[in-house]
């Protein structure tokens, strides 16, 4: 089992539509959650951090849920410029360092 | 922009060879991770430096290498290069090598291709 996995998609959505992807990761002890996004041929671009008590970036809503070792991104009012791909990361910290574990990335497409 | 940079954007190189790949980190970080991202997938961890110190690595083959120098710039060496190794390498810095696990700022990569 992957230690972060995320539906690949594609999602092919219309502009203005609300998309949501999710993510589940393995490794109970992970610390801190991020969203990046990585346009084509591009180097992956912190989107936003995420907090148990789940936080909001404008039209960008991230959750997560300890428990259930899950966290999701919602957009709403999706525009063109949106169309990327969205990889989750969890941060372990093993044996006194700390790395960031990427899952494979949800690509999104914005059709008008 | 990140304030990362990498050099050099582009490279190819015959099986066999050696590469030297380098990052310049964003300014007041003293952390710096690298990681190979192959097409279609996420990337992977390669290993992180902090205070010029190897601090961790991933499931990659000790001809991955690395050096981090007192300005913290970081340098990732592959030999013995093999067509697998083709990916987008990509440097991340951070400010904190502590628990904290802080937000990571990416280069733009470097696109190796060997053939």
């Known amino acids: 089992r992957k230690e972060v996995e995320q539906d690949p998609g594609p999602f092919n959505v219309p502009e203005g539509a609300t998309v949501a992807f999710n993510c589940t990761y393995s490794?109970?002890?992970?610390?801190?959650f991020f969203w990046y996004r990585q346009d084509c041929r591009k180097e992956p671009k912190l989107l936003m951090s995420v907090y148990s008590s789940g936080n909001e970036d404008g039209r960008f809503t991230a959750q997560l849920n300890r428990a259930s070792q899950y966290i999701s991104l919602l957009i709403r009012d999706s525009k063109l410029s949106d169309s990327a791909t969205y990889l989750c990361v969890v941060n372990i910290y093993p044996s006194g360092t700390y790395k960031y574990i990427f899952g494979t990335g949800t690509r999104l497409k914005v059709l008008a | 922009e990140t304030g990362v940079t990498q050099s050099p954007t582009h490279l190819i190189k015959t099986r066999g060879q050696q590469v030297t790949l380098r990052c310049s980190s964003q300014s007041g970080h003293n952390t710096v991770s690298w990681y190979q991202q192959a097409l279609g997938q996420g990337p992977q961890f390669i290993f992180q430096y902090y205070r010029e110190e190897e601090n961790g690595r991933g499931n990659f083959p000790p001809r991955f290498s690395g050096l981090q120098f007192p300005n913290y710039s970081s340098e990732l060496n592959v030999n013995a290069l093999e067509l697998d190794d083709s990916a987008l390498y990509l440097c991340?810095?951070?400010?904190?090598?502590?628990?904290?696990?802080?937000?990571?700022?990416f280069g733009q990569g470097t696109r190796l291709t060997v053939v």
């Open positions: 991340a810095s951070s400010r904190t090598g502590g628990r904290e696990g802080p937000e990571a700022f």
């Open positions: 490794n109970s002890a992970s610390q801190s």
